[in-house]
């Protein structure tokens, strides 16, 4: 193949790039445990100044949603990848078909590398360097990893060099509840379930709730489970430390996106201030992000989202970056398809730095029902697919049952 045109030589050639939209069928944010849990939903904080406010809270969609990308060689072999795009996925796949499709069709389907550094190249003098550019590029990346394993016979993680593991540890993420006392239910249900770790959700309400339902979750669980605690960005200068103190008085294992994503100066003073891990990373897109992150100790944990940053091949170079500041990366797996966590799975299975696997405790509607054979941690390990690629498969009559016109 040539490195100028990207022309294929006499093995397969990419004839086919094609992206679709995948919609749920039901409500998202009441079923995800993205409510702070309080003793009654309309009860007001009893100070001011333990207020949270609302400006840090990203968009979420009514429903589950995501952009599969599908590539097909010319001798019909199918790859698929996913792209994270929990709002615009019509967006995302624009940019798969209009702006990569071009880039991909009659090359290599072997030749990952090229693609990724023709693919992030086509737009980085635009200053395309996250975002729906990315989310796409990961989403194709994936699906060249899916379609080499199969062309060849063999799980990716094989490619990758690996396993290191084959089973994952993973966590419950979202302890979901209206009230203190449903959460702590649900989370004994975890630990029933074979769960050692599990993530609760705060910064939606105030302070002295988020720091009640920790409490209350974190004495049901003690000594048999981990508790993780996602802020999703809520806290500020005057108060994350404050708060984050009060966590680690619990014993919670790590407090994940106490800040905005942009104040990096503060991720630093929280790291050095806490003996409890910070972990940050899923709004970062590619290793020059991570790396100054990790420079800089600015956080103990990351948390890159493969379908955001890179896909595969950057999260494994991601990973790389990590291993050199003796710092562990834990795989952040939202609300998307079964692509999502097949891809995640590969890559942690053949990283030597890999933590822990995040798992969403919510039914999800675009997830494991449609493949043809279950996808899920059982005992609290996610074992890792070991058919060719990805080593699962749809059940194509109820995958177009959500695929949006």
Same mark, same amino acid.
């Given at each position: 193949?040539?490195?100028?045109?990207?022309?294929?030589?006499?093995?397969?050639?990419?004839?086919?790039?094609?992206?679709?939209?995948?919609?749920?069928?039901?409500?998202?944010?009441?079923?995800?445990?993205?409510?702070?849990?309080?003793?009654?939903?309309?009860?007001?904080?009893?100070? #001011?100044?333990?207020?949270?406010?609302?400006?840090?809270?990203?968009?979420?969609?009514?429903?589950?949603?995501?952009?599969?990308?599908?590539? #097909?060689?010319?001798?019909?072999?199918?790859?698929?990848?996913?792209?994270?795009?929990?709002?615009?996925?019509?967006?995302?796949?624009?940019?798969?078909?209009?702006?990569?499709?071009?880039?991909?069709?009659?090359?290599?389907?072997?030749?990952?590398?090229?693609?990724?550094?023709?693919?992030?190249?086509?737009?980085?003098?635009?200053?395309?360097?996250?975002?729906?550019?990315?989310?796409?590029?990961?989403?194709?990346?994936?699906?060249?990893?899916?379609?080499?394993?199969?062309?060849?016979?063999?799980?990716?993680?094989?490619?990758?060099?690996?396993?290191?593991?084959?089973?994952?540890?993973?966590?419950?993420?979202?302890?979901?509840?209206?009230?203190?006392?449903?959460?702590?239910?649900?989370?004994?249900?975890?630990?029933?379930?074979?769960?050692?770790?599990?993530?609760?959700?705060?910064?939606?309400?105030?302070?002295?709730?988020?720091?009640?339902?920790?409490?209350?979750?974190?004495?049901?669980?003690?000594?048999?489970?981990?508790?993780?605690?996602?802020?999703?960005?809520?806290?500020?200068?005057?108060?994350?430390?404050?708060?984050?103190?009060?966590?680690?008085?619990?014993?919670?294992?790590?407090?994940?996106?106490?800040? #905005?994503?942009?104040?990096?100066?503060?991720?630093?003073?929280?790291?050095?201030?806490?003996?409890?891990?910070?972990?940050?990373?899923?709004?970062?897109?590619?290793?020059?992000?991570?790396?100054?992150?990790?420079?800089?100790?600015?956080?103990?944990?990351?948390?890159?989202?493969?379908?955001?940053?890179?896909?595969?091949?950057?999260?494994?170079?991601?990973?790389?970056?990590?291993?050199?500041?003796?710092?562990?990366?834990?795989?952040?797996?939202?609300?998307?398809?079964?692509?999502?966590?097949?891809?995640?799975?590969?890559?942690?299975?053949?990283?030597?730095?890999?933590?822990?696997?995040?798992?969403?405790?919510?039914?999800?509607?675009?997830?494991?029902?449609?493949?043809?054979?279950?996808?899920?941690?059982?005992?609290?390990?996610?074992?890792?697919?070991?058919?060719?690629?990805?080593?699962?498969?749809?059940?194509?009559?109820?995958?177009?049952?959500?695929?949006?016109?």
């Amino acid at each position: 193949m040539s490195a100028k045109t990207g022309e294929a030589g006499p093995g397969a050639r990419i004839a086919a790039v094609e992206a679709f939209v995948l919609v749920g069928d039901k409500d998202y944010v009441a079923g995800a445990g993205l409510r702070v849990a309080t003793g009654a939903a309309t009860a007001r904080p009893r100070r #001011t100044l333990a207020e949270i406010g609302d400006l840090h809270i990203c968009g979420y969609p009514p429903q589950a949603q995501t952009c599969l990308v599908k590539l #097909t060689a010319d001798d019909g072999t199918v790859g698929w990848g996913e792209a994270h795009a929990p709002l615009g996925p019509r967006a995302t796949k624009a940019v798969v078909e209009d702006v990569l499709g071009p880039i991909l069709l009659g090359a290599d389907p072997l030749a990952i590398d090229l693609l990724w550094e023709r693919m992030y190249g086509s737009m980085r003098l635009r200053g395309h360097s996250t975002g729906y550019q990315l989310e796409a590029i990961s989403g194709v990346d994936i699906a060249l990893w899916d379609l080499a394993g199969k062309l060849l016979g063999v799980p990716i993680y094989r490619l990758l060099g690996g396993p290191y593991r084959v089973e994952l540890p993973a966590y419950a993420s979202g302890i979901p509840g209206a009230t203190i006392a449903e959460r702590v239910a649900a989370a004994r249900g975890f630990i029933d379930a074979g769960y050692t770790a599990m993530k609760l959700s705060i910064g939606r309400g105030d302070i002295d709730s988020d720091l009640a339902t920790a409490a209350a979750v974190a004495a049901a669980i003690q000594g048999e489970a981990d508790l993780l605690i996602d802020a999703h960005g809520a806290y500020t200068a005057e108060n994350a430390l404050y708060v984050g103190r009060r966590l680690q008085d619990l014993g919670v294992y790590w407090l994940e996106d106490p800040l #905005t994503p942009e104040d990096v100066d503060g991720y630093v003073h929280l790291t050095a201030a806490l003996e409890m891990a910070i972990a940050a990373g899923e709004t970062e897109c590619n290793r020059w992000q991570f790396a100054e992150r990790l420079a800089r100790r600015a956080v103990d944990v990351i948390l890159p989202d493969i379908c955001r940053a890179g896909g595969i091949s950057e999260g494994r170079r991601i990973a790389t970056v990590a291993s050199l500041h003796a710092t562990k990366w834990a795989a952040h797996v939202s609300m998307g398809s079964s692509v999502h966590v097949a891809a995640a799975a590969h890559l942690a299975a053949a990283s030597a730095n890999f933590l822990i696997f995040e798992f969403s405790s919510t039914p999800n509607p675009i997830g494991e029902g449609l493949l043809t054979a279950p996808l899920h941690p059982e005992g609290g390990f996610l074992r890792v697919p070991d058919g060719p690629g990805l080593g699962i498969a749809f059940d194509e009559e109820r995958l177009r049952v959500h695929i949006a016109g």
